[in-house]
């Protein structure tokens, strides 16, 4: 699956606001990093998106429902479903098919939660995570001489 194509609103605001953050952010420093002339290899934001083969969304109560339809129970009245229903996962599946997961635990204040910065918060925390992976992967490729 190719994860530019369009998933749902909430997806693609929570991509889009992700990249938009990013974006920001890292304009400073590469801005800093040109003026110094620097250019070695490294790992960039476009690097990171372009990386991402799949993203997926849900929540722990979705994944509690989900799990019991897939063991053939019925699904029966699920304790705790509001704590459960503030609980967001993101996954990102990587080229390599590495396996990424950002959890938002979702607002203290039940009243005050929403799915969509639910869905931002846990792509942030899943994209932290790809930061030291690639860079791990470049401080590689440059040891072996491959770059």
């Known amino acids: ?35 110094k002339g620097l250019t070695a290899p490294r790992v960039t934001p476009e690097g990171i998106e372009a ?3 799949s993203e997926h ?4 109560m979705e994944g509690v ?22 609980l967001t996962f993101c996954v990102l599946i990587l080229r390599n098919s590495t396996k990424i997961v950002g959890i938002n635990y ?15 918060e846990a792509r942030k925390h899943a994209i932290e995570q790809i930061w030291p992976l690639m860079g791990c992967e470049l401080r590689q490729r440059l040891h072996s001489n491959e770059i």
Not at 67 to 72: D, K, L, T
Request: aromatic share 6%.
């Open 65 to 86: 429902i989900g799990g019991e339809m897939a063991e053939g129970q019925t699904i029966g009245e699920v304790k705790d479903y509001e704590a459960l229903s503030l």
């Open 1 to 35: 699956m190719n994860h530019s194509q369009p998933l749902h609103p909430y997806i693609d605001a929570a991509r889009e606001f992700t990249r938009s953050m990013i974006a920001q952010a890292d304009q400073t420093i590469e801005q800093e990093i040109q003026a």
């Open 51 to 53: 990386n991402i083969a």
């Open 106 to 120: 979702g607002a203290i204040d039940p009243a005050q939660h929403s799915a969509e910065t639910g869905r931002v």
């Open 57 to 60: 969304y849900f929540t722990a």
